[in-house]
């Protein structure tokens, strides 16, 4: 049984950022909870399913109302030991719905909180109030994963850094697979060998 280092179950929860229940994305997200040894404890996010405003309309300025969904949200998120985030990356970032639900659940006071106001301490004193968690990151691209890794602005780095990162969250895998819906180079072979391979990634859930 996989165990934290509290000595109970490990918690997992599983986010998929994909809006359609039908894609390759919510594929990838059932092989990894498949995957998981017996006894860890994982609970799952589809966001696509789920109905939620993932406009934070007015900033940090003022909360929105409460929403149940938010709220099991970061109910989840300071549960889980490990999360996992499933994605596609569109035009050079994570879908809207997800980079919706980040901004939604990430907030000041649940994830993180500035020690002070000063432009020159921005992101010098956080306190990150999710310290402790680790992360798995599962992407798939149109292109080459290379020349997106390449790039400052690869949606996986943000998402580590930017995200996952500033909140405390430390990221220990990430599984790429380029050239989806490729003509020439997607394949039903390289689908299952990637499935294969998420699959057998949860069995080894950092301790």
């Not at 999710?130 to 798939?140: F, K, N, P, V, Y």
Request: charged letters at 20%; glycine letters at 8%; hydrophobic letters at 40%.
């Amino acid at each position: 049984m996989a165990t934290s280092s509290h000595g109970r179950p490990r918690r997992v929860l599983v986010v998929c950022g994909h809006p359609d229940s039908r894609s390759f994305s919510r594929a990838l997200a059932d092989a990894y909870v498949s995957g998981l040894p017996d006894g860890v404890e994982v609970e799952t996010l589809p966001l696509g399913d789920l109905t939620f405003d993932p406009v934070l309309r007015h900033g940090y300025r003022e909360f929105m109302p409460a929403d149940p969904v938010i709220e099991r949200s970061q109910q989840l998120v300071k549960w889980a030991d490990h999360l996992v985030f499933v994605f596609p990356c569109w035009f050079g970032n994570v879908p809207s719905l997800l980079k919706g639900w980040f901004e939604r659940v990430m907030t000041p006071g649940f994830a993180f909180n500035y020690s002070n106001t000063s432009l020159i301490d921005l992101g010098l004193r956080v306190q990150r109030h999710l310290a402790g968690r680790t992360a798995t990151i599962i992407s798939t691209y149109s292109g080459p994963p290379w020349y997106f890794r390449a790039m400052f602005t690869d949606p996986v780095r943000l998402v580590k850094k930017e995200n996952l990162g500033f909140v405390g969250i430390k990221t220990t895998g990430v599984l790429r697979l380029g050239w989806i819906d490729s003509p020439r180079r997607d394949s039903l072979a390289r689908r299952e060998a990637f499935l294969a391979k998420v699959q057998a990634s949860a069995s080894r859930l950092p301790r």
